[in-house]
């Protein structure tokens, strides 16, 4: 048989027994699978001898992918997916580690942390219900480390990293190139990219500097059709209105005034510029700076009916007022290494501050619980010619600004010792400055004691207290407001030694890091709830004492240890065999009061803090070489015990309250299994294919139990009953329950092929992705079926030269399902895959 037909027969074999996660590697011009170096634990080390499930997306992969987002990636990432609502609204899950995703709006005071870290190079970026969109321009590599990393990368790393690596000037290399692309988008506008980069060494040898500068336009898809909105009654009209007849005299409007198609476009620019100073021949010093801008225009989402019940065309909402997001970042690091006798020793600090101001309608919540409250006054239950529901419109506007401090200071031993390791400290700081204003109260300012008094939020209404944004309370629409200042401090120190107890063959892993964490939050929540007046006339009144006001000084901390045990065997070369168990966690937060809440005939108080939930992982992983490195395949098998999980719960329509509440909830099990693959079937064609598997199940079944003393339930199961349906409804999923953004089953396999003519040359390339359905939550409360879903990608291009040019497609079967669908606009909403693309790329080096 013949070498070729033995390697096509291995390959099949392989594939079909695959079903794990993905990897993507460059290939050389050998037949060999070129060598990838990651710095997974904190030493620059073989991809293929680091005893981690990784997935590596090199500078090379993501050209070829035509990626420049983390939305564009995952896809190629099984065992990674996201829950959002557009670009940097959401939270990126590993291993299907997610209970759920609630709005947006005020994540920035009361969003629980995500599980999984965000790092640009050294610098963590977490915030709250907001991921993180760095622009993939001249990046070396994107590395994910799934399972828990709290040994290393501590507390926000809890289910997995996802570290962007950026190029590094070059001491001795001059060079430098550009792409540049334009595209069209299947039921929108056009999208148009530009990115250049240039490495210079000043002083050969010594000194170097490296730019990048990029700008993106993608073009809108989504539109905004024509519709009114009425207070008509019936079970959709909400709350009180919902179960008597609205007033006749009541306002409708209309969205003529910013109806539209394609309202959804985004804009990135950015730019990033490094110098690189070689000290001597031990030390060297890395300082960059870093800019990006995002702006998005619109939503991302879609709407299967639109606010008066009607049917929508596909990508299509009914919005009555502008909506935008405004995300920009700036990130200032610096890097020092050298050595201390053997020691190799790592300095790495940083300073990124981020600032968001995002508006968006909320119309919608017209026919929520409590929206006629705000907005109807004198009304009756039986007689529809009394009283007034005045304009429906509504928005809600959140304006954050985030900083966070690290410093990092390791040693390290040389990696050719028997026994080698690295200890470090840490230290971090993050704060959030939040002000999400809701704007629905719309019945006029009113003076029934005959004083003369509005319906104005005092411009102070935290005495003592900062507040983040004074203007946002001299508007008489504002009905609602979170207003404060998080702090988390995080210090630790941290180590872990390798010792090979038969060299080259057998290795113990032993880490552990110490941490303590300090979490605070000052500021309040000033509303325009119970300043309605009643007696003598039914209007809607100023607060004649002061308004409502739930301020909340919160201090909560915790510290410990989490740990790491592994043992690697190198059987053969070119392929190791590992067990590990690891340890994760993230901090706990703060709710916006404890508030009782009568429930029928019980009560419930909501908590004032909820603690860190943690992670324990059990794994066997293996990666392998073999046919002379032709083939790879690594793969894992693992356990994770998820306890103590931080839910976020709303259901006012269960009598819990019109806030948002977090509590500490089930304990959760995951049981998975991933594998990767990448062949080199010829000198030409590669292929790469990856998938995962995962089973969640609940492995306890709380409830949420009545706390308040004397109340009939206390101590008891509340029996909530949800009003449309008449059943039984509880945040927390019954045993067995599956978590949340958690597809059983993802895989996609991509074949490139590369010839040369003349002097010129070609390649083609072909992949497709599949990802089952899933679920986008874990109880009976806002949960909605995701459905399964296959897409196609493709491209073909040549290459002379220093000059590339290529045609690719995206989604080439134009399949629009939901990617996370939410309630948390008082509306169903539905994130669709964005549409076809297809686009011409051409690049040039030098």
Known sequence: MKSNQRLSLAIAAVLSTCSGAAIAADVSESMGIEEVVVTAQRRSENLQNVPIAIQALTSETLSQLNVTTIDDMVKYLPNVTTANLGPGQGNIYMRGLSVGTLGTQGSGSVGNFPNVAVYLDDQPTQLPGRNLDVYAADIERVEVLEGPQGTLFG???????????????????????????????????????????????????????????????????????????????????????????????????????????????????????????????????????????????????????????QALPALSVTLFNPSYDHDSFENTALTINGKIGDLKAVYSGAYLVRNVEQSQDYTNYARGVYGYYYQCAGYSGSDPSKGQCYSPSATWKDTERNTVQTHEFRLSTPDDQRLRGVVGLFYEKLEIQDDTAWYYKTVPNCSPTGLNVNCYLPTQPFPGQPVNNPASFNNPNLGFSDNYTR???????????????????????????????????????????????????????????????????????????????????????????????????????FNRSSAIEPVGNHSFQSPTAYSSDSLVNKEIG???????????????????????????????????????????????????????????????????????????????????????????????????????????????????????NSPPFQINLRARYEWSFDNYKAFWQLGGVHQSHSYTSTGTINGFELPAWTTYDGSIGIAKDSWTAEVFGQNLSDVNKSLFTSSAQFIKTETPMRPRVMGLRIGYKF
Not at 185 to 200: C, K, M, Q, Y
């Open 622 to 740: 293996w990666k392998t070489e073999f046919l002379d490195r032709r083939v790879q395949f690594n793969g894992a098998i693992y356990q994770e015990d998820w306890s103590n999980v931080q839910l976020g719960i709303f259901a006012p329509q269960l009598g819990l309250g019109n806030l948002t509440f977090g509590v500490n909830g089930p304990t959760f099990r995951v049981k998975g299994i991933e594998t990767q693959l990448i062949a080199r079937v010829t000198e030409g064609l590669t292929l790469t294919s990856s998938a995962s598997w995962n089973s969640s199940s609940q492995q306890n079944a709380p409830a949420l139990l009545g706390n308040v003393p004397g109340s009939d339930y206390y101590n008891k199961p509340l029996p909530l009953i949800d009003p449309i349906t008449l059943h039984s409804a509880t945040p927390f999923g019954p045993l067995g329950a599956n978590l949340a």
């Open 155 to 309: 507390a926000g790393a809890e289910a997995g990293v996802v570290r962007y690596i950026t190029n590094k000037p070059k001491l001795d290399k001059t060079e430098g190139g550009f792409t540049a692309g334009y595209g069209t988008t299947a039921h929108g506008d056009p999208n148009s990219n530009v990115e250049g980069f240039l490495n210079i060494p000043l002083i050969d040898g010594k000194l170097a500097v490296r730019g990048v500068i990029y700008s993106e336009s993608r073009g809108g898809y989504i539109n905004n059709v024509y519709s009114d909105f009425t207070r008509d009654g019936g079970p959709y009209a909400g709350g009180y209105l919902s179960r008597h007849p609205a007033p006749t005299n009541s306002v409708a409007i209309n969205n003529g005034n910013i109806a539209g198609s394609a309202i959804n476009p985004v804009t990135y620019q950015g730019m990033r510029l490094s110098g690189l100073l070689k000290i001597n021949d031990d030390w060297d010093a890395l300082l960059t700076q870093s800019y990006q801008n995002m702006k998005a225009q619109g939503v991302f989402y879609e709407m299967p009916v639109g606010s008066q019940q």
């Open 487 to 589: 702090e988390f401090t995080q210090s630790a120190a941290f180590g872990s030694v390798d010792f090979d107890l038969i060299p080259k063959t057998l290795t113990l892993t032993l880490g552990t890091r110490y941490y303590h964490m300090h979490n605070t939050r000052q500021g309040g929540d000033p509303g325009s709830f119970y300043c309605k007046q009643f007696a003598p006339t039914n209007y809607f009144g100023p607060c004649l004492t002061e308004y409502g006001n739930l301020q909340t000084g919160a201090d909560q901390t915790e510290q410990g240890f989490k740990s790491r045990a592994n043992i690697t065997w190198h059987p053969m070369d070119h392929t190791i065999v590992y067990a590990t168990w690891s340890q994760g966690f993230r901090p706990g937060g």
